[in-house]
């Protein structure tokens, strides 16, 4: 019987494969499965995997023929996983030796529905630690109960898949599957249905996971179209949460967090090309105008108005799509993507452009 199966996604991360790899390794146990999904690499990623599919214990190589993006591929892994827990981890990653027995025990002894964690962010030789934003640890609470406050970080603000480890009962619910196609932004609705909808989870200081930031394959470093995928991930939060049963108390922090985020990249859209930048304003003005006006206000007044006064003005500016709108509203595999559909921890986009 496999006892955990890991989801790790890969896309052209050669430079960084090999680390994620000799970490699997020193996690192996002969109940663990690692799911290697090879997201139609084109660099030397394909055939690290292809070695290390016979010299891992428990490693099992799955391949797209096309890429997909990381939403996508953590659900093919979700799809052919056999564990009765389920982790992540992604292909740039690495981890510390035992971190994932580790992690079963601690989920064995709590027996509630999922676990989260710490993890040790890594930029350049820089280390930090990075803490789950909630203060209770060890015990087991309602995952529910840790959305709120609206006005500060809370566990919905740390959307790590991979920050953690969850039973199968919560794949079998659908809660563990992402939204295909999503470039960027995935795990929101993710982290948001999860703590909606699941029973009962704990938080455990345990950061045996190292997350690399400022990589060439991040998105943050990335300045193209699926960027923009974070108002469609958002449009989702916003859309599920406005349909549940305390819609009223939970919505101000989706669209705080929303307002958050649109903030932060427009504040930065001198990292996008330049039609993607114009597309941004237009996207982002309709998506603000799209959300309850009365919850709207409440979260600009709350944001102050240096930051909520260019959202107000967006808001009301009526910008006809110009010619560069239906080329960036594509997905990057030529696929047409959705219409666009926090607290103030905007830095939590950084996802793996896989």
């Not at 345990?206 to 394959?217: C, D, L, N, S």
Request: aromatic share 6%; glycine share 6%.
């Amino acid at each position: 019987m496999v006892k955990l199966s890991v989801v790790v996604p890969f896309h052209n991360v050669q430079t960084y494969a090999s680390d994620t790899l000799r970490s699997l390794r020193a996690n192996a146990r002969e109940d663990f499965e690692f799911l290697l999904v090879d997201d139609c690499s084109t660099d030397g990623t394909t055939e690290l995997l292809a070695r290390a599919e016979h010299e891992i214990p428990g490693a099992r190589l799955l391949r797209h023929a096309r890429n997909q993006g990381l939403a996508t591929a953590r659900n093919t892994g979700l799809d052919a996983a056999r564990g009765a827990y389920l982790a992540f981890l992604d292909g740039d990653d690495w981890l510390s030796p035992g971190y994932y027995a580790r992690l079963v025990a601690d989920l064995d002894a709590l027996d509630c529905d999922f676990l989260r964690v710490d993890h040790v962010q890594v930029t350049g030789r820089k280390r930090s630690l990075r803490r789950v934003p909630v203060g209770r640890r060890g015990e087991v609470l309602s995952p529910r109960d840790v959305i709120l406050p609206a006005d500060r970080s809370t566990a919905v603000d740390y959307p790590y898949a991979w920050a953690g480890i969850y039973r199968r009962r919560l794949l079998d619910r659908g809660l563990l599957h992402f939204t295909d196609g999503l470039r960027t932004a995935e795990d929101r609705p993710w982290i948001w249905r999860l703590h909606r909808e699941a029973e009962s989870f704990a938080v455990t200081g345990e950061p045996g996971i190292f997350y690399r930031r400022g990589v060439a394959t991040s998105l943050t470093q990335i300045g193209d179209v699926r960027q923009l995928d974070f108002l469609r991930a958002f449009d989702q939060v916003v859309e599920e949460t406005s349909a549940d049963p305390e819609a009223d108390r939970l919505l101000p922090k989706a669209v705080r967090t929303y307002c958050a985020v649109i903030s932060h990249h427009l504040g930065n859209i001198d990292r996008f090309e330049p039609g993607v930048g114009r597309e941004l304003r237009i996207r982002s003005a309709a998506a603000l105008r799209r959300l309850p006006r009365d919850v709207l206000a409440d979260a600009l007044t709350a944001m102050g108005e240096d930051r909520a006064g260019p959202l107000r003005r967006l808001r009301r500016r009526r910008t006809a799509p110009g010619p560069q709108t239906a080329t960036a509203t594509a997905t990057a595999d030529g696929t047409r993507a959705a219409a666009p559909a926090t607290s103030d921890t905007a830095a939590h986009q950084e996802t793996n452009a896989v």
